[in-house]
């Protein structure tokens, strides 16, 4: 049986991930398989991830 959660906030730097996290560190006590998705806000235009995407091309 596949169990959601989505977390969600109404500002930036609220401790979504944090919170996040720990959710899945518990979850992974208990089940086998637990997966975590992080989506790109905003602000991702200056993040290294993008930065780190444009230096491989």
């Known amino acids: ?3 959601k959660i989505f977390i969600a906030a109404t500002g930036q ?3 979504k991930t944090t ?7 518990l979850a992974r ?4 398989r637990v ?6 806000g ?3 235009r200056n993040s290294t991830a993008v930065s ?6």
């Open 1 to 3: 049986m596949c169990r």
């Open 13 to 15: 730097n609220t401790g």
């Open 19 to 25: 919170i996040s996290l720990s959710l899945v560190h």
């Open 29 to 32: 006590q208990r089940y086998k």
């Open 35 to 40: 997966g975590f998705i992080k989506a790109i």
């Open 42 to 44: 905003p602000s991702a």
């Open 52 to 57: 780190l995407t444009r230096m491989r091309r």
